[in-house]
């Protein structure tokens, strides 16, 4: 019996201590369940690291950033347990919101982006049309005066 108590007591705090290394600033204290053996010494039989799971508000990213450390916190031990499994989980969801609202803020700043562009893009097309229409009617009067059989006429258009 004891040796089965010293094994588990490794056990959890091995698992504990992983949590707690992965976790880093947003893994809390570690907090023990003990169990008396016959021979009168506490073991280990139970554990939990607190781990802050809340989003960083206001930013998405720093969320994304703070989730992905939960989430390899919650899977570090060897075995994760299913409460692990659970944060885990969590962290992705908070993760998938995180990065829709990073996603939707910058559907904004494309489409202002885009319509910049386009702003851009008819004015210049605007004015090279413009260009491109007036030297198409000065060629145009040149060979329309040359038709005419009035070269001097050509001749001033040109110039």
């Given at each position: 019996e004891i040796a089965d108590l010293v094994q588990r007591d490794r056990e959890v705090r091995t698992?504990?201590?992983?949590?707690?290394s992965v976790g880093g600033q947003h893994a809390g204290a570690?907090?023990?369940?003990y169990e008396r053996g016959?021979?009168?010494r506490m073991y280990a039989v139970g554990g939990e690291v607190a781990i802050d799971t809340a989003p960083v508000p206001g930013d998405p990213q720093a969320t994304i950033d703070k989730m992905e450390q939960v989430q390899r916190a919650a899977l570090a031990p060897a075995?994760?347990?299913a409460q692990d499994r659970s944060v885990a989980a969590q962290a992705a969801q908070l993760i998938a919101q995180a990065r829709a609202e990073l996603a939707a803020a910058s559907e904004p700043e494309r489409a202002e982006e885009a319509e910049s562009a386009e702003d851009d893009s008819p004015e210049s097309v605007d004015e090279e049309s413009s260009a491109s229409a007036s030297a198409d009617s000065a060629d145009l009067s040149i060979y329309q005066s040359v038709a005419?059989?009035?070269?001097?006429?050509?001749?001033r258009a040109e110039a």
């Open positions: 698992h504990e201590q992983a949590h707690m570690v907090s023990y369940t016959p021979d009168g075995e994760p347990s005419a059989g009035d070269a001097e006429s050509a001749l």
